[in-house]
T-cell receptor, first 115, second 114 residues
Framework: DQQVKQNSPSLSVQEGRISILNCDYT??????FLWYKKYPAEGPTFLIS?????DKNEDGRFTVFLNKSAKHLSLHIVPSQPGDSAVYFC??????????????FGQGTRLTINP | NAGVTQTPKFRVLKTGQSMTLLCAQD?????MYWYRQDPGMGLRLIHY???????AKGEVPDGYNVSRLKKQNFLLGLESAAPSQTSVYFC?????????????FGNGTRLTVT
């Protein structure tokens, strides 16, 4: 049972345009959501997060939107740059266990930015 | 400051063999984790630790054991490897402050079991 789903395995966007990556979740106990970015042969790196008490969080070119009623979040990248080409993972947490983060990850979306 | 270091980077095992994956972090993080990544599955939590001398089961713990004898090290063991354990394994750590500290990942160990 996939609690966090990224239904688009891949996305191709032209440089300078907006990239929108989507993520759906089923567990209503999730209260914190994160996006990680992963380059080949490297580990995932943290990109941006949002608490369930907010509906938007912005950090430079990256904005995450949360729609709790639809159990949906999205990551917007504006403008898209060639260095943004990577696999993006959505992750969710139902709260820390003794302070530890038990994240549930989506399958990932491979974003390719074309010049 | 190397962050999270995993060794080895690659390994090929025969079915039934055993091995240990080593994870070391130099950030003085309290919490450490082992994930596996499989195509179409995302990352799944195997085991985690909330401090030196502690371990706990994650989502997919069967076939694995872990130990956290020192705060900076988290070992993942496969006692009798199976082809289903072919995967990329990622170790991560997180800070003791704040309830939602992001995880810091190593670069992974690619394991193939034949």
């Amino acid at each position: 049972d996939q609690q966090v789903k990224q239904n688009s395995p891949s996305l191709s966007v032209q440089e300078g345009r907006i990239s929108i990556l989507n993520c759906d979740y089923t567990n209503s106990m999730f209260d914190y959501f994160l996006w990680y970015k992963k380059y080949p042969a490297e580990g995932p790196t943290f990109l941006i997060s949002i608490s369930s008490i907010k509906d938007k969080n912005e950090d430079g070119r990256f904005t995450v939107f949360l729609n709790k009623s639809a159990k949906h979040l999205s990551l917007h990248i504006v403008p898209s740059q060639p260095g943004d080409s990577a696999v993006y993972f959505c992750a969710a947490s139902a709260g820390p266990i003794q302070g530890a983060q038990k994240l549930v990850f989506g399958q990932g979306t491979r974003l390719t930015i074309n010049p | 400051n190397a962050g999270v270091t995993q060794t080895p980077k690659f390994r090929v095992l025969k079915t039934g063999q055993s091995m240990t994956l080593l994870c070391a972090q130099d950030m003085n993080h309290e919490y450490m984790y082992w994930y596996r990544q499989d195509p179409g599955m995302g990352l799944r939590l195997i085991h985690y630790s909330v401090g030196e001398g502690t371990t706990a089961k994650g989502e997919v713990p069967d076939g694995y054991n872990v130990s956290r004898l020192k705060k900076q090290n988290f070992l993942l063991g496969l006692e009798s490897a199976a082809p289903s354990q072919t995967s990329v394994y990622f170790c991560a750590s997180s800070e003791p402050t704040g309830h939602y500290s992001p995880l810091h990942f190593g670069n992974g160990t690619r394991l193939t079991v034949t």
